[in-house]
């Protein structure tokens, strides 16, 4: 029994220091994979991508705003259309007449 509790503690050991050094090269990855992110980051080529792509995005607003105006002023012009088609339509005589016969009525 003496002999398997110590087998089992040096097992154990093993164990602990696997993990102690897998933690340790985990920690030297992250370490190395920021120091990649800043060197990239520092480097004049991912500047220009990053000027590009906020140029980009900035197309891609402008164009989103030319639409939302181009639609409200379309929803105007409908509005438009249809209190002019509405005042016309009052001034039908056929439309006085119905009026007349509503009220009758």
């Known amino acids: ?39 990239q980051q520092r480097s004049p080529l991912y500047q220009v991508a990053r000027v590009q792509q906020a140029a980009q995005l900035q ?18 012009r409908v509005q438009q259309a249809a209190q002019a088609a509405a005042q016309l339509q009052q001034r039908s005589p056929l439309y006085q007449v119905a009026r007349v016969q509503q009220a009758a009525q």
Not at 14 to 36: D, G, I, K, S, T
Not at 59 to 76: F, K, P, W
């Open 59 to 76: 197309a891609q607003l402008q164009l989103l705003l030319q639409a939302e105006a181009a639609q409200a002023a379309a929803a105007a």
């Open 1 to 39: 029994r003496v002999q398997q509790a110590a087998q089992l503690q040096a097992q154990l050991q093993l164990l602990l220091q696997a993990e102690a050094a897998q933690a340790a090269a985990a920690a030297r990855v992250q370490q190395a994979a920021q120091a990649a992110a800043q060197l």
